[in-house]
């Protein structure tokens, strides 16, 4: 049976891409040895380091002026970085998550921390709204993609001052203006590759204005030397999630880019989102104007509760895979990356459509 891959991370990636990596573990850049035993410092890897920074400037617009490397660790080892690194006294945070939660429990260490506003009151289905940025912190943290509770905030803020974004789950997913952030970050595994890379982008002014005293791996500094032509190769970096986040990219390039991302992936939530407005089985737990495109999160309606247990079942046996919703917020989740096909979202609103016939 055809499996309809809804996993939240890691998650689907596009078929050319596993291609790809799988003729590159055989043998890569048609040097007879495959990907995983050669030398980070061959030309070839050279030069996929060097088109996937390349890649990335490219689709994301991202200016000379920013930096652009790749770092093992994941998101979670950027909580704290980004405080080492930017972090001078006071750094304030938009608390929408429990990802962001735990961007600013790390921030802690460095210096003071403002919540600048939560929405933890209502198990963080909404995006705070009316917040006032304070001037006097050096930088201000949002979390632009909630992947728990599928809320999303959908422009660029305007921060009056340096502002700071986990992308992790929407990356390259919508146009960015990268201009209105300081840095923005992520771990690949949603979007743009495997687990194992995390993507950091940061204005190259703001590398080392922490004045702190780092250790040589923390340091931003490290890994993007300007005299070299080799960034995020301080030590060996992850080169086979790299890889398949290069191969990723490329698919996304061939597409059209982010806008063509992001014309699919309004086309997919709409789809969603809308049979479970009208669906009489199913309700959507995030406030309608902040929806995320990437995660879809919805239960049970009301009196219907007990059914729960059962679409798991049904859904199952119809090929969906990774529906469940995070235990904080139950019900259910499908996540609709960048990689999720259409048809995939057809199947899983025929599922519904069927469900609730099943009931009548
Ligand atoms: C998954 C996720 C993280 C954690 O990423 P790791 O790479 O596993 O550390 C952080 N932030 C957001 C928004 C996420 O979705």
Known sequence: MQKHNFNAGPCVLPKQAIEAAIEAIRDFDNTGIGILEISHRTPGWERVMAEVEQLWRELLNIPDNYAVFFLGGGASTQ????PA??????????????????????????????????????????????????TDAD???????????????????????????????????????????????????????????????????LIGSSERKLQT???????????????SMFNTPPVFPIFVMYQTLKWVKELGGVEAMYKRNVEKA?????????????VGTAAKEDRSLMNVCFVMAEGKEQYEAEFMEFAKSK?????????????????IYNACPKESVEALVACMQEFENLHK
């Open 217 to 231: 791996m923390v340091d931003y500094a490290t890994h993007f030397p300007e005299e070299q032509r080799n960034h």
């Open 270 to 282: 709409e789809l969603l989102y809308n049979e479970i407005d009208r669906n009489s089985m199913f």
């Open 139 to 205: 930088y201000f943290h949002i979390t632009t993609n909630n992947t728990i509770y599928g809320t999303e905030i959908h422009e660029d803020i305007d921060s009056p001052i340096t502002l700071v974004a986990d992308m992790s789950s929407d990356i390259m997913s919508r146009p960015v203006d990268v201009t209105k952030y300081g840095m923005i970050y992520g771990g690949a595994q949603k979007n743009v590759g495997p687990a194992g890379v995390t993507f950091v982008i940061v204005r190259k002014d």
């Open 319 to 335: 090929g969906m895979v990774g529906i469940k919703g995070h235990r904080s917020v139950g019900g259910f989740r499908a996540s």
């Open 79 to 82: 909580f704290f970085e980004v």
């Open 85 to 134: 690194n930017l972090l001078k006294t006071k750094a304030a945070y938009l608390q929408t998550g429990v990802w962001a939660k735990k961007a600013a429990k790390e921030a802690k260490y460095y210096g003071e921390v403002e919540i600048v506003a939560s929405s933890e009151d209502k198990t963080y289905s909404y995006i705070p709204k009316g917040y006032t940025i304070p």
